[in-house]
């Protein structure tokens, strides 16, 4: 997973839209009571009408849309590579184990309430151990941190990341980043930190009984996933089995699943 961005680290803060309006009235206010009235206006009077303007180039097409980076147009779905780098035939062609890892904090700090520093770096710690070494690890993706809407419940985040098979996945559990994680949760944070609450939740997906697609959508999750392929000068490369998909055989979720094509009703 990249690092988060500043921005992306603001977003994941418990704190409420509320409190960014009171920030920003303080903020105006201190500039009426510094500035000539006219003068401590127009921050909030430029920096609103560029966004109204940026809004409507962006919506007419003068400007690249940035919600748009990354949408593949049209259908597409993500299948297993084989060994020798060709596509399965369909989004079920092989095993896949799913992980969903959760960590919450009912703090009045959130993400900032003591003992979330040491989540974070436990957390990243495994996820770095696991990218390593993919080809043998089994790690074929992890998505960074989800945020479920809590409202004023606390906040959580939820990682998911998809593996080769269930032992890979138990290897992973028994290796040093996950044992040390697991060690200062039961010697330390347990006894210490009961606002922090952990959760996971593993599905082993037999072959022929998963199956996805995005329309006019940027890959997520399975779109994601990369399968290690010997080249031929030996070296391993990682190869995407996410593809634009036309035809029956990927109209429906079942056909896409490998089963039998109704050519009339998909």
Request: glycine fraction near 12%.
């Amino acid at each position: 997973m990249p690092p988060p961005t500043p921005l992306a680290i603001l977003k994941l803060l418990d704190i409420h839209l509320s409190t960014y309006i009171l920030i920003g009235c303080v903020f105006q206010t201190l500039l009426f009571l510094s500035l000539p009235t006219k003068i401590a206006g127009l921050p909030a009077v430029v920096f609103l009408s560029w966004r109204i303007f940026r809004t409507y180039l962006i919506a007419t097409g003068v400007l690249p849309n940035p919600a748009s980076e990354g949408v593949i147009m049209g259908r597409a779905s993500a299948t297993m590579v084989n060994a020798d780098g060709k596509l399965s035939e369909n989004g079920g062609g092989g095993d896949v184990t799913v992980l969903v890892l959760g960590v919450r904090s009912t703090h009045a700090l959130g993400m900032l309430s003591p003992g979330m520093k040491d989540v974070g770096d436990f957390f990243m710690n495994m996820w770095e151990e696991a990218n390593a070494d993919r080809e043998n690890s089994g790690l074929l993706t992890s998505s960074p941190g989800l945020r479920p809407t809590d409202g004023e419940k606390g906040i959580s985040l939820v990682f998911l990341s998809y593996w080769r098979s269930l032992d890979d996945l138990r290897a992973f559990a028994q290796g040093e980043a996950h044992r040390k994680g697991w060690n200062w949760w039961d010697t330390v944070a347990s006894k210490n930190y009961p606002h922090i609450g952990i959760m996971h939740e593993i599905f082993s997906v037999p072959r022929g009984s998963w199956e996805n697609i995005y329309v006019n959508f940027p890959s997520m999750g399975m779109g994601n996933m990369t399968f290690p392929v010997k080249e031929k000068d030996g070296k391993t490369a990682f190869v995407s089995g996410l593809r634009v998909v036309k035809g029956p055989a990927w109209k429906s979720s079942k056909a896409r699943m490998g089963g039998k094509v109704d050519l009339l009703g998909g």
